[in-house]
């Protein structure tokens, strides 16, 4: 196991770039999926890895929670290599409630992992509206993203907990999307997030 941290490609600001994806339930999607969301937290994440067991039960609390955030995994990990990562098995973590998220997605050809600058599972992007997130910070900047297009608010750890067996005492991630939610700005540092390595696959 090759413990990695998150250094993104993408910055403040930046549109979330597109994608079309298979999910789990036999759907496809794509960022327009989802466009009913105020925000959309994009995790990059895998089954087997115990960084991104970990926080499971987190992400199924948010999906739960929030009605107005879209919680997305994306598992990009070469299966071959890594059959525990399968799309079957992924179908069997959801078919058991592990895993109960608003969508769980497969990026087999790891495109999109590479497009969004994603290390390690997990791996976390919080984008918001781009109107929303502009009049929060009451300023009229020149966008990355256009009115209406999610952009990137927050990305890097979802709490304190940076080891599998930690418990955490702050979870930063709940932090961002209420401030989201409450049409403020995301005034978070982005610290790292820390997982296992996203197993690439062979070039």
């Known amino acids: 196991m090759v413990m990695k941290e998150s250094d993104s490609a993408l910055e403040a600001g930046d549109a979330a770039p597109d994608f079309e994806l298979e999910g789990v339930d036999g759907e496809t999607y794509t960022l327009e999926s989802f466009a009913d969301a105020e925000a959309l937290l994009l995790v990059f994440t895998c089954n087997h890895c ?95 993203a256009e009115d209406g297009e999610f952009e990137l608010v927050y990305q890097g750890r979802l709490d304190d907990a940076l080891n599998p067996d930690d418990e955490p005492t702050r979870i930063h991630i709940r932090e961002a999307i209420d401030a989201v939610l409450a049409g403020e700005t995301v005034d978070l540092e982005w610290q790292p997030s820390r997982g296992c390595s996203i197993k690439w696959k062979d070039e």
């Open 50 to 144: 115990p960084y991104a067991q970990a926080k499971f039960d987190l992400l199924n609390e948010l999906s739960a929670e929030y009605d107005d955030v879209a919680v997305v995994g994306i598992n990009p990990n070469d299966a071959e290599e890594y059959p525990d990562d399968s799309f079957e098995k992924m179908q069997e973590f959801v078919a058991e409630g592990e895993i109960d998220y608003d969508a769980y997605l497969r990026d087999e050809s790891q495109a999109v992992a590479r497009e969004y600058g994603a290390v390690c599972t997990p791996d976390p992007f919080l984008f918001a509206r781009r109107a929303a997130q502009r009049a929060a910070e009451g300023r009229a900047a020149e966008p990355r």
